[in-house]
């Protein structure tokens, strides 16, 4: 166990499980990745910390080497799947970017809670999760990321970022770790 603890103000970021993203093909089951999700969801409304469900609803224009697409999603792709049991206290952000922090007001919600970690999960691990973990790394946020509560399309890019990249930033644990020092500190 890498994760070694929890500050009392910590937020739970859970990065675009929403219908059109959870359909696409992923290296690790996503109705693995979900029942983790939801177990950390669970675990963090028990104890009133906040929850903090991220969707992307579009991209923004720029070129790259990849095609991409700058259109608007179809109706319903960005809705937020069911099994994450959306509450009216979970503060919810809506994102046209990778990461999370970019134009959102995010920060400001977050900083206005004085939460001083967070724990982020979700899809894609080496894109909208390892972008906003090293946004909120860089705004100086003690970051957790649960590996069991992400998954990737590339397997050699979901490696790399919890090998190489997240090691850097923050800890990693599994959700059942992070559930246990939930138990201990908060």
Known sequence: MTVTSLDTKTALIVIDL????VSLPSVHPMDG??????????????????VVLVNVTGGLPGRTEQ?????EFPPGWADLIP?????PQDHVVT????GAFTNTGLVDY?????????????VA???GVEVTARQAFELGFNVTLATDAMTDSHAEAHDYSITRVFPRIGETG??????NLLDRSI
């Open 67 to 71: 095609p991409r697409n700058h259109r």
């Open 174 to 179: 599994t959700t059942q770790e992070i559930i």
């Open 83 to 87: 099994e994450l049991n959306q509450q």
């Open 33 to 50: 990745v979900v029942k983790q999700v939801t177990a950390l969801t669970d675990a963090f409304r028990k104890r009133g910390l906040p």
């Open 125 to 127: 691990t080496s894109n």
């Open 110 to 122: 977050l900083r206005a809670s004085d939460i001083t970690q967070v724990v982020i999960v979700g």
């Open 18 to 21: 929403q219908k059109g993203i």
């Open 95 to 98: 994102k046209r970017t990778p």
